[in-house]
T-cell receptor, first 115, second 114 residues
Framework: GQSLEQPSEVTAVEGAIVQINCTYQ??????LSWYQQHDGGAPTFLSY????GLEETGRFSSFLSRSDSYGYLLLQELQMKDSASYFC????????????????FGSGTQLTVLP | EAQVTQNPRYLITVTGKKLTVTCSQN?????MSWYRQDPGLGLRQIYY???????DKGDVPEGYKVSRKEKRNFPLILESPSPNQTSLYFC?????????????FGPGTRLTVL
């Protein structure tokens, strides 16, 4: 099975850089995704790391280290609108079958950006 | 506009009264899924579908049914709702059955079972 851990809350000020960590324990692993959710609205996809290393998309970057079972989401030049919950999610190996063909989400990190 | 729609958005019902939450996507996506979200527990998958007539259980399928008779629709059925099914429900879809790492979510359905 899969188990993911994220900090429950992170606070930072506008313009700063913040890193949201995600550690995982899985029986197999294919990739790590990140989603953003504002106040109970629809989660939206941010990024996916299939390989080790850093993926950059504008102000957001995501990192994966399979050897450390660890990933993070990096948000730069924080804006008030970045206040939201952020979820990491793991995808099992492609050879998985049955109920393992699914994303497993972490419990989420509530980011609060202060002026 | 490409989107996932859910209906109803809000529903208050009573224990035991059968209900259906509809989900439809207009993007010709193969993969569709239902999640429930409860405080502190993140998103937990109820059921998913890799394609028409192909469905499978997620982590919390008890008390729910689904069907996938058409590619665009994936209704969630609660045959006999109970108060512990009070939750925020999301439908999601992705283009290919093997690209479910990137999912598009509907706006959510807030269900209260009294």
């Amino acid at each position: 099975g899969q188990s993911l851990e994220q900090p429950s809350e992170v606070t930072a000020v506008e313009g700063a850089i913040v890193q949201i960590n995600c550690t995982y324990q899985t029986s197999g692993f294919y990739g790590l995704s990140w989603y953003q959710q504002h106040d109970g609205g629809a989660p939206t996809f941010l990024s996916y790391n299939a390989l080790d290393g850093l993926e950059e998309t504008g102000r957001f970057s995501s990192f994966l280290s399979r050897s450390d079972s660890y990933g993070y989401l990096l948000l730069q030049e924080l804006q008030m609108k970045d206040s939201a919950s952020y979820f990491c999610a793991v995808r099992p190996p492609s050879f998985s079958s049955g109920s393992a063909r699914q994303l497993t989400f972490g419990s989420g990190t509530q980011l609060t950006v202060l002026p | 506009e490409a989107q996932v729609t859910q209906n109803p958005r809000y529903l208050i019902t009573v224990t035991g009264k059968k209900l259906t939450v509809t989900c439809s996507q207009n993007m010709n996506h193969e993969y569709m899924s239902w999640y429930r979200q409860d405080p502190g527990l993140g998103l937990r998958q109820i059921y998913y579908s890799m394609n028409v007539e192909v469905t499978d259980k997620g982590d919390v399928p008890e008390g729910y049914k689904v069907s996938r008779k058409e590619k665009r629709n994936f209704p969630l059925i609660l045959e006999s709702p109970s108060p512990n099914q009070t939750s925020l429900y999301f439908c999601a879809s992705s283009l290919r059955a093997l690209s479910y790492n990137e999912q598009f979510f509907g706006p959510g359905t807030r269900l209260t079972v009294l």
